[in-house]
């Protein structure tokens, strides 16, 4: 009979405490009011939102081949708990080649690295952030010109997605 009370308790534990840290572990999509800050990659277990910020965005060179925008990202820890102090911020700037469906990340600090290109091609087919060559750059550079231009640049991120932007 212990036995059994103490397996009872024990699954209820479990089950109470998977269900506080699935529902920890969302953040908000908008970081304020007035839907500045769009999340772009809930950290799920690590309660971090990562955020792109819609009023960063700058068109910096336009033409017929192509565009370079800027945008901001910023990462608040803590954003499935309600907190919305941004920890850090990072500027990206990406180079879109019309046509070709190409884009190419900035990296800033390749001059200091010997060898290393100072534009990147960003990979929008490695999504799954277990991948060694993961990043966030194809979802920053998709939101970075669906909030510039209001159309889909590679066009393979789910609805939700697109709906957020707007």
């Known amino acids: 009979m212990l036995k059994?009370?103490?397996?009872?308790v024990f699954a209820l534990t479990i089950f109470f405490t998977?269900?506080?840290?699935?529902?920890?572990a969302k953040c908000p999509v908008y970081l304020d009011a007035?839907?500045?800050?769009?999340?772009?990659?809930?950290?799920?277990?690590?309660?971090?939102?990562?955020?792109?910020?819609?009023?960063?965005?700058?068109?910096?060179?336009?033409?017929?081949g192509g565009c370079i925008i800027s945008i901001d990202e910023v990462q608040v820890p803590d954003a499935n708990m309600?907190?919305?102090?941004?920890?850090n911020r990072f500027n990206h700037t990406y180079s879109y080649v019309y046509g070709k469906n190409v884009v190419m990340r900035f990296v800033p600090e390749a001059e200091k690295i010997?060898?290393?290109?100072r534009w990147v091609k960003?990979?929008?087919?490695?999504?799954?952030?277990?991948?060694?060559?993961?990043t966030y750059d194809a979802t920053i550079a998709e939101a970075a010109y669906y909030?510039?231009?209001?159309k889909k640049f590679f066009g393979t991120f789910d609805d939700d997605f697109y709906k957020s932007l707007k």
């Open 82 to 87: 309600g907190k919305t102090k941004i920890a």
């Open 147 to 150: 909030l510039t231009y209001g």
């Open 18 to 24: 998977a269900t506080a840290s699935a529902e920890l």
């Open 114 to 117: 010997k060898g290393l290109d």
């Open 34 to 64: 007035a839907k500045n800050y769009i999340l772009f990659a809930d950290l799920g277990a690590q309660g971090a939102g990562l955020y792109v910020d819609k009023k960063s965005v700058k068109v910096i060179q336009e033409d017929d």
């Open 4 to 8: 059994k009370f103490f397996l009872a």
């Open 122 to 134: 960003v990979d929008p087919t490695i999504t799954n952030p277990e991948d060694d060559n993961f």
